[in-house]
């Protein structure tokens, strides 16, 4: 089982509507939670952090942490098309140090 | 702001040539990492590096090498190159004394590897 799971999409959405994308993880004692946006042919780029249970909300991007569940989410209100990309989402050890991946969803916003 | 700078952007080699790319961060930040990225594969690490002196194997190390010279250069070297190698390879810098522990990335290193 890989340590860090996404679907890998595609995801497609309508413009204006919610796009939601989940990732799992599986060792219990992460700290550190991460949304990075990687356009094709481009380096990732951090979207958001996480590290405590609950929501954080940074303009029309929402984090949602579940550290009982293994389970981190982000939410993109009012999708735009310049948000098609993929999404990472990235989670480090307990010791902060090494930081896993997953696959990676690939989001469609349709304008 | 420089941030990260991998060397070369572009590399093609032959199969058992040998290689070593080349990253510098001007942050100060004290762990560095080595990524690569296939298709549908996400970005799977190498090797890191927690601090200057220190290196650990990440989840695909086979075939590669890492030296951190100092708290600014993490080099990653293939000695003998398989067409298995060819990727996109990303180097990354962290600081988790502070800020928001993100990693940092440079522009990523194309390898064919023929």
């Known amino acids: 089982q890989k340590e860090v799971e996404q679907n890998s999409g595609p995801l497609s959405v309508p413009e204006g509507a919610i796009a939601s994308l989940n990732c799992t993880y599986s060792d219990r004692v992460s700290q550190s939670f991460f949304w990075y946006r990687q356009y094709s042919g481009k380096s990732p780029e951090l979207i958001m952090s996480i590290y405590s249970n609950g929501d954080k909300e940074d303009g029309r991007f929402t984090a949602q942490l579940n550290k009982a569940s293994q389970y981190v989410s982000l939410l993109i209100r009012d999708s735009q098309p310049s948000d098609s990309a993929t999404y990472l989402c990235?989670?480090?050890?307990?010791?902060?140090?090494?930081?896993?991946f997953g696959i990676g969803t690939k989001l469609q916003v349709i304008p | 702001n420089a941030g990260v700078t991998q060397t070369p952007k572009f590399q093609v080699l032959k199969t058992g040539q040998s290689m070593t790319l080349q990253c510098a961060q001007d942050?100060?930040?004290?762990?560095m990492y080595w990524y690569r990225q296939d298709p549908g594969m996400g970005l799977r690490l190498i090797y890191y590096?927690?601090?200057?002196?220190?290196?650990d194997k990440g989840e695909v190390p086979n075939g590669y090498n890492v030296s951190r010279l100092n708290k600014r250069e993490f080099s990653l070297r293939l000695e003998s190159a398989a067409p298995s190698q060819t990727s996109v390879y990303f180097c990354a810098s962290r600081d988790i004394s502070g800020g928001t522990g993100e990693l940092f990335f440079g522009e990523g290193s194309r390898l064919t590897v023929l």
């Open positions: 990235a989670v480090a050890d307990g010791g902060y140090q090494k930081v896993t």
């Open positions: 590096s927690a601090s200057e002196g220190t290196t």
């Open positions: 942050m100060n930040h004290n762990s």
